[in-house]
DNA sequence: ATCCATAAACGACATTCGTCGTCTATATGA
DNA sequence: TCATATAGACGACGAATGTCGTTTATGGAT
């Protein structure tokens, strides 16, 4: 009985899905996600453990979707949107970045250092940054000689942005998110402008 | 029997590490990640399977350490090396990443298309290119006021690069690594100048 | 050549995984 | 309201996982 197609119309997919994902994140507030077993997410969520796959193949598929899915809704709710040049839209992206990463935070140190989790929640927030800017990009899919076309500049700048971040994240002494921002900003917006730029960057000391 | 330190150099432990990379590498061939199980790692690898968990907690941090140690050999071998600046280096490194995606292509369709494979082959290259432009970064650790550090500098560089070159490996009629090297590079030299750059970054059109 | 530390082999265990077929409950459209 | 399509519940299954404790074999140092 695999789910028919992606009908999320259907209110006892989304409702499925919902508890599912919730489980997940009630439980990762109290063990690590691979100490987490598929038993334990079904049992929370009153869910048969049978049709966890009917959603979803296994527990990292579903943490990806509850990662992408979240930081979209964080996007969406705050109405960042990219309008395909630079300016104020990318400083949402990377601040939206920053506090996601912050909210997800796990209370002590019980933190994660398993092999699969870290990698997965990277995969989906990059995924989901490239979205948001690949829609920016949308018209112009000019792919001039030489210049690089906009689905490689997307995805240049989305990785470097949550590099950037994850690694600011991960410091000690966590300088505050705005700062953090512009820092970042100066350091993606040549990127998010080479469509037009020159292929010599001259930069003054 | 937990591995006592990270001892490399008694000769058993690297015997049995390489046995079971190689033989995740062959098995790889044929089959998809995640149709490998362990049984079959060390069935192919003639190491009985309590063995394996002595080395790796599971398959992805074999596989992880299999594409980081592949990757970094690569690099190795063409003696890449990154100076702090950015001249050639960085194309040697984006180059070496083209190419290692290449080579990592596995026959037919057959492809990966699982769930934690990618996003860990995403992770373990992501990481081996931060430590390469990072030791660029040695000495010079200032931490200017406002200007980002290395650290972040070479995390966003890093994740850009690979995140270009795996959208270029992605796409439908790649064009020639070359050529992308060049690309990438462009996109890229400013994100690495940055620690002396001006902050406001004016491009002619 | 001998000794000691330690890696690897081995067998066994409870647990979890992924899948299957069947039956029940619910949503949607006529 | 009723009919139909489809999602979910349930039980069961073989296979794979991850972890033991014990025994054997190998490497390095004296």
Redesign the pocket.
């Known amino acids: 009985?695999?789910?028919?197609?992606c009908?999320v119309?259907?209110?006892?997919?989304r409702?499925?899905?919902q508890l599912l994902q919730g489980a997940l994140k009630q439980l990762m507030e109290k063990k690590g996600f691979d100490e987490v077993?598929?038993?334990?997410i079904t049992e929370a969520a009153?869910?048969?453990?049978?049709?966890f796959?009917?959603?979803y193949?296994?527990?990292f598929a579903l943490l990806d979707a509850m990662v992408g899915g979240g930081f979209h809704k964080l996007l969406h709710e705050r109405a960042v949107r990219f309008d395909g040049s630079c300016p104020s839209a990318a400083s949402a992206v990377i601040l939206a970045t920053c506090d996601y990463l912050t909210q997800m935070e796990t209370g002590d140190g019980t933190c994660q250092r398993q092999s699969a989790f870290q990698p997965l929640v990277d995969a989906a927030i990059t995924r989901a940054i490239g979205r948001v800017l690949s829609d920016g990009f949308a018209g112009s899919e000019d792919g001039l000689k030489g210049k690089p076309d906009g689905k490689i500049i997307a995805a240049a700048a989305s990785w470097a942005i949550y590099g950037a971040v994850k690694e600011w994240f991960g410091s000690v002494n966590r300088v505050p998110a705005e700062e953090m921002v512009e820092m970042v900003l100066e350091l993606v917006l040549p990127v998010l402008s080479a469509r037009v730029g020159s292929s010599a960057v001259a930069l003054s000391s």
């Open positions: 009985m695999p789910i028919s197609d009908d119309r259907d209110p006892r997919i409702r499925t899905r077993s598929v038993q334990d009153t869910v048969n453990r049978a049709t796959y009917d959603h193949t296994d527990k």
